[in-house]
C-alpha cells in the first residue's frame, strides 16, 4: 500500500539534514564521510514509515544504515518517526532501486534488505521486482564479496520465483523460513505492514549471498 501524496514532501525533507541526504551521489564510494567512520553499511529497500530500519539502528550502532525510498511521502512520513531519537548511523535516501550502482561503489555495502516489495503477480511485469534478475546485478556489484540480502514478503508466489531468481543468477540461498513468526532459528524486527497483515497467513523469509 502507497501514502496519499503529501504535499511539499520533499521540501519538508531537505529541511532535516541530520537524517536525510539530499545528494546522495555525491558520497558514492565514500558514504564514510557521510557517518564519520568506516562501519559497515547496510541498507534498506523501500524503508516503508521507517519502524524496521529505526530498530535496527538502535540495535546495533556500529553498523551505519541507509533506508532508501523513491516516493518522498512515504520518505518524510518514515523521518518523522525516525527524528523521535537521535540516532547518526541511521540516513534516508530518495532514490531507486535500480539506481543502486549510481550511489554506491563496488563493494560499499555489506547488507541489503527487501521488505514487503510490491511482487508484481503479472508474468508482464516481472522486470519490475526487486529479484529480477536486473536487480540482482546491481545489488552483486554493490555488496562487498561477503555481502547478503535478507527478504521478507508474504507473498508465497513471490517468495518462490525469488528463490528461482537467486539460485538461477548464482546466487547462495543460505537461510529460508516458510513460517518466520513460528521460526525460532531467526531473529525478526517487524514492519508496519507486517504488524497489520501477518495474521492472514505466513511471512516467508531467506537470505542469499553472493557465490564467489
Keep these: 500500500m502507497r501514502l496519499r501524496k503529501i504535499k511539499n514532501a520533499l521540501e519538508h525533507l531537505t529541511v532535516n539534514t541530520a537524517y536525510f541526504i539530499p545528494n546522495p551521489q555525491d558520497f558514492k564510494g565514500n558514504w564514510k564521510k557521510v557517518f564519520n567512520n568506516s562501519n559497515p553499511i547496510h541498507i534498506e529497500i523501500g524503508c516503508g514509515k521507517g519502524k524496521f530500519i529505526k530498530e535496527l539502528a538502535k540495535l546495533n550502532p556500529n553498523i551505519n544504515y541507509i533506508a532508501i525510498e523513491k516516493y518522498d511521502s512515504v520518505l518524510l512520513r518514515a523521518m518523522e518517526k525516525i527524528e523521535e531519537e537521535m540516532m547518526p548511523n541511521?540516513?534516508?535516501?530518495?532514490?531507486?532501486?535500480?539506481?543502486?550502482?549510481?550511489?554506491?561503489?563496488?563493494?560499499?555495502?555489506?547488507?541489503?534488505?527487501?521488505?514487503?516489495?510490491?511482487?508484481?503477480?503479472?508474468?508482464?511485469?516481472?522486470?519490475?521486482?526487486?529479484?529480477?534478475?536486473?536487480?540482482?546485478?546491481?545489488?552483486?556489484?554493490?555488496?562487498?564479496?561477503?555481502?547478503?540480502?535478507?527478504?521478507?514478503?508474504?507473498?508465497?508466489?513471490?517468495?518462490?520465483?525469488?528463490?528461482?531468481?537467486?539460485?538461477?543468477?548464482?546466487?547462495?540461498?543460505?537461510?529460508?523460513?516458510?513460517?518466520?513468526?513460528?521460526?525460532?532459528?531467526?531473529?525478526?524486527?517487524?514492519?508496519?505492514?507486517?504488524?497489520?497483515?501477518?495474521?492472514?497467513?505466513?511471512?516467508?523469509?531467506?537470505?542469499?549471498?553472493?557465490?564467489?
Excluded at 556489484?141 to 521478507?152: E, F, T, W
Aim: charged share 25%.
Design 90 to 212: 541511521l540516513k534516508l535516501a530518495l532514490l531507486d532501486a535500480s539506481q543502486l550502482t549510481d550511489y554506491f561503489s563496488e563493494g560499499e555495502v555489506s547488507l541489503i534488505y527487501i521488505n514487503f516489495s510490491d511482487p508484481w503477480p503479472k508474468s508482464a511485469h516481472a522486470k519490475r521486482r526487486l529479484t529480477y534478475k536486473t536487480f540482482l546485478a546491481s545489488y552483486e556489484q554493490v555488496l562487498s564479496a561477503s555481502g547478503a540480502i535478507y527478504q521478507k514478503t508474504d507473498n508465497r508466489k513471490f517468495f518462490e520465483y525469488s528463490l528461482e531468481s537467486f539460485s538461477e543468477n548464482g546466487w547462495k540461498i543460505s537461510k529460508v523460513s516458510l513460517d518466520l513468526h513460528q521460526d525460532l532459528d531467526f531473529f525478526n524486527i517487524p514492519t508496519e505492514f507486517e504488524e497489520k497483515w501477518s495474521k492472514l497467513g505466513p511471512i516467508y523469509r531467506l537470505e542469499a549471498r553472493k557465490n564467489g
